[in-house]
Nanobody
Framework: QVQLVESGGGLVQTGESLRLSCAVS????????MSWYRQAPGKQRDYVAR???????DYADSVKGRFTISVDYGKSTGYLQMNTLKPEDTAIYYC??????????????WGQGTQVTVSS
């Protein structure tokens, strides 16, 4: 069974950094694209960043210059490096990946979410 396993969330203070990871497990599928979203309490899930294989990353304006998305294709793992964190970054962060299964096509998966809390 294919799963995206997230890790790296936690409680930090304003200005500190965290790195989230999103690892593909249960499959040798290739990552075609990876995105990160976040959902604060009582709010909708919002887009944070996206990267397509061989293309430049894209970011929401609210995180541009502070967050960096990357993918280690050899490890089938995506990352979200978050620097200069602010209290408004507090949310559950979800990764989303488009995977190419050899001979089967592509499918989209979500991670289980990881909590990021930034104290002021």
């Amino acid at each position: 069974q294919v799963q995206l396993v997230e890790s790296g969330g936690g409680l930090v203070q304003t200005g500190e950094s965290l790195r989230l990871s999103c690892a593909v497990s249960g499959s040798a599928a290739r990552i075609n694209a990876m995105s990160w979203y976040r959902q604060a309490p009582g709010k909708q899930r919002d887009y944070v960043a996206r990267i397509f294989s061989g293309d430049r990353p894209d970011y929401a304006d609210s995180v541009k210059g502070r967050f960096t998305i990357s993918v280690d294709y050899g490890k089938s793992t995506g990352y979200l490096q978050m620097n200069t964190l602010k209290p408004e970054d507090t949310a559950i962060y979800y990764c989303n990946a488009v995977l190419h299964h050899p001979g089967l096509g592509v499918a989209t998966y979500w991670g289980q979410g990881t909590q990021v809390t930034v104290s002021s």
